[in-house]
Every structure is written in structure tokens, then in C-alpha cells.
């Protein structure tokens, strides 16, 4: 190879491997690229070998790891970190219900009064002539649902095993019978009996006598529970504990370049943020370990409430809203004003 040749073999190899470079780079918040990007690149095209492509594993490795270090980087001192301590707990509440509220979206609608009608006929097993019906379907309510029942005229005698005969014939998957005793239980006598069906997204949930002579019957229908929001709920916390904590080293070191006046702002509306944010806060970690972790099965259909509309009409959410907003200030501070001149240090790529 004639040394013109050797020299665009080099020159390519050495365009090659800076594309890869600047590709890594990308990984670091653009604030750090902007200022140390350049240098960081002189520094490891330097040490590379001649004819290198293709950056090996330990400069990946290091950039990377440099990479996450800036992301969740903080100034010194116990101060901060317990900012961006207090700060992801409560944005990893906020992304819980985010969470909780787009799952929820894909619950199914609740049916017409006449369908929940022809439903509980089909239990019972004849037409109810004045039917009482009860519809939890405005924003208003933490659960939505329909309840269906005839306390004006007792529905006709009729059993568990050919109810949910009838309903496994009308596509619903039948769940476990349960019976509820007299307390004190008075010679085994059967106070009334609870069993489930599942269809289309709904859950069907029988309180009933049957048998007896007051036939009474309570049918519930309520959106099934969607089986991906828990998934979501641990994501969207998860979500909302990076976020809170990256955009906390962020607004610290922007706010280190800013103005007097504009950090003792800034400082005053944050403490007012994390008091309002408390109470809203703890009620939703705790709503949500009472629902996802110590719940005790049953079929109670209001057993699992949607943790969104738990939430959301607690009257502690509105002081979180508050807190988001006064949040959402504070970066606004931060980003804007001018800059004040400041030593930049040495950087490196980890």
C-alpha cells in the first residue's frame, strides 16, 4: 500500500472512530456536553491507537458511567440531597397516579341501566318488573359501577349452581362461591352468598338469599381492574424518583449561576412547595401500598380502588397541584436570568 494510501486509511479510521465519540457523547445532559464535549472528545482521540474504528470497552464503559454520574449529580452537602430526596419521593407520587389515571383509561365503559337489567335477570332467572338502580358513573366517585336489585317485590327462589349456569351459557367465566354466616352463627344457617363473573372488562359481583323465601337479589357491575396498572404504577413511580431527583441537580447548579435576589426566591417558594406537598404526598404512598401490597383478597367489588380517583378527590390533592405548580416556577427561575461568570473545572470523561 503506497503511503497516500495509508494516509486515507488513517484519516478514515480517525472519522469513524470521532463519530463514535460524538455518538456516546450525546449520552451527558447538553449543558455538560456544550461546555466539556469538546474536550472530553480532544482527550480520547488523543490516547486512541492508530487505525482505531471502533472505541473499546473501557472508554464506553467510562463515558457512560461519567455519563450517569452528571446526570445525578448534586452540589455537596446534606442540604441538597435531601432536597432531591424529598423532591423525587413526591414527583414519584405524582407519577404514580399518572400512572394509575392512563391505565384506568383503558378500563370498559360501565353498561346502559338496560343492560345491568337483562345481566341480573339472567342470575336470577326471571324479568324484574321494578328494578332499583344505583349509577356510580360521575367524576365525583372514586369507583364507578352499576348496582341492579328489587327491593319493592322479592325475585323468585332460585340457586347459585343454575345462576351461574346461565351466566357461563352468556360467556362470563364464573368465579368462587363464598358464603357469609350469621355472627353468632346460629345452626350453620347461611345469611346470604357472594360469587363473581368476569366478562368483556367487567366484573360482576352477586350479593344474594337464594332459596328462601325473600329471594332477595344485589347484582354490582364494575369495570375490571386493568391488569397492567400496577406494572404502571411502579413505572410511573420509578418514572417520577429519576425525574425529580435529575431535575433537582439541574435547578441547583443553574441556580448557582443566578442572581441573589433570584436564589432567595427560588429557596422561599421551594420550602413552601415541600410543606404543601407533605400531607398530599404521604396519603399517596400510603393509599398506594394499601392497595397494591396490603390488600387482602376477597370479593368485595370496591376492594381495589382506582388510585388515581382515590387521589385526585382527596382533599390533600389539591395542595399537591399547588406544589407542582410552585415547582414548575422554580425551574422556570432557574432557566431563565443571566448567567454569572464563573471558573469552569477541568472535565473528564468519567
Not at 494516509?7 to 449520552?27: K, P
Not at 360501565?110 to 337489567?117: D, E
Amino acid at each position: 500500500m503506497t503511503a497516500s494510501g495509508e494516509v486515507m486509511r488513517e484519516q478514515r479510521a480517525h472519522i469513524e472512530l470521532e463519530r463514535w465519540y460524538r455518538r456516546l457523547l450525546w449520552a451527558y445532559p447538553i449543558g455538560y456536553r456544550r461546555t466539556h464535549g469538546q474536550e472530553i472528545l480532544t482527550t480520547l482521540m488523543d490516547s486512541a491507537e492508530p487505525g482505531q474504528r471502533t472505541p473499546n470497552r473501557a472508554d464506553v464503559a467510562d463515558l457512560l458511567r461519567g455519563a450517569l454520574r452528571q446526570w445525578f449529580r448534586l452540589p455537596t452537602g446534606i442540604p441538597a440531597v435531601a432536597t432531591a430526596m424529598v423532591v423525587a419521593v413526591a414527583l414519584g407520587a405524582a407519577g404514580a397516579v399518572a400512572a394509575s389515571w392512563l391505565a384506568w383509561q383503558t378500563a370498559a365503559g360501565l353498561p346502559s341501566n338496560t343492560v345491568a337489567q337483562q345481566i341480573a335477570e339472567t342470575v336470577g332467572g326471571a324479568k324484574l318488573t321494578t328494578p332499583d338502580f344505583q349509577r356510580l358513573d360521575d367524576t365525583q366517585k372514586i369507583w364507578r359501577g352499576v348496582h341492579v336489585q328489587e327491593l319493592s317485590r322479592p325475585a323468585p327462589p332460585w340457586g347459585i349452581d343454575t345462576a351461574q349456569a346461565r351466566l357461563q351459557a352468556d360467556g362470563w367465566t364464573l368465579g368462587p362461591v363464598v358464603k357469609h354466616y350469621l355472627s353468632p352463627p346460629r345452626l350453620n344457617e347461611v345469611s346470604y352468598h357472594t360469587f363473581q363473573a368476569t366478562r368483556g372488562g367487567l366484573v360482576l359481583t352477586v350479593d344474594a338469599r337464594p332459596n328462601s323465601a325473600s329471594g332477595h337479589l344485589h347484582a354490582v357491575i364494575t369495570p375490571a381492574q386493568p391488569t397492567w396498572e400496577p406494572g404502571a404504577v411502579l413505572l410511573g413511580c420509578l418514572v417520577g424518583v429519576i425525574t425529580g431527583w435529575v431535575l433537582t441537580g439541574w435547578t441547583m447548579y443553574r441556580l448557582r449561576r443566578r442572581s441573589l435576589p433570584r436564589r432567595l426566591a427560588a429557596f422561599t417558594l421551594g420550602l413552601t412547595a415541600l410543606g404543601l406537598a407533605a400531607l398530599p404526598t404521604a396519603a399517596i404512598w400510603f393509599k398506594t401500598l394499601d392497595n397494591f401490597i396490603f390488600i387482602e383478597p376477597g370479593l368485595d367489588p370496591y376492594a381495589i380502588l382506582p388510585l388515581c380517583r382515590l387521589i385526585m378527590l382527596d382533599p390533600a390533592a389539591k395542595q399537591g397541584g399547588e406544589a407542582l405548580a410552585i415547582g414548575l416556577a422554580i425551574l422556570v427561575l432557574a432557566a431563565t436570568g443571566r448567567n454569572r461568570t464563573t471558573a469552569q473545572p477541568t472535565a473528564t470523561a468519567a
